[in-house]
Nanobody, 128 residues
């Protein structure tokens, strides 16, 4: 079993920045493929970014490329999502996800069903 706890959400003005953190426990962290997803009110949960266990491979949805950066510190069992140049359309609950299976390719890493473990979410609100 893997436990995930997100933190770092909040209210920020458009153009501002936030850094989300997700602390994992229960398994060897470097064996976990990690992802960030988000869900806005009335919408389906969507992929934001993902990172391989060793950190060598990262993936992003097109709308956040160049603004968001996913990273991980395996010594601290933590994955991060640095969000810059935030826009009102980034407003959502952000979820951390983990899976023990290796993944390759944007299509595969972006599917919610390919992750077995989920955090409780953290709210990000971007005001215009």
């Amino acid at each position: 079993q893997v436990q995930l706890v997100e933190s770092g959400g909040g209210l920020v003005q458009a153009g501002g920045s936030l850094r989300l953190s997700c602390a994992a426990s229960g398994r060897t962290f470097s064996n976990l493929f990690m992802g960030w997803f988000r869900q806005a009110p009335g919408k389906e949960r969507e992929f934001v970014a993902a990172i391989s266990g060793g950190g060598s491979r990262t993936y992003y949805r097109d709308s956040v490329k160049g603004r968001f950066t996913i990273s991980r510190d395996n010594a601290k069992n933590t994955v991060y999502l640095q969000m810059n140049s935030l826009k009102p359309e980034d407003t959502a609950v952000y979820y951390c996800a983990a899976d023990l299976r290796a993944k390759y390719g944007l299509v595969v890493v972006s599917l919610t069903e390919n992750y077995d473990y989920w955090g409780q979410g953290t709210q990000v609100t971007v005001s215009s």
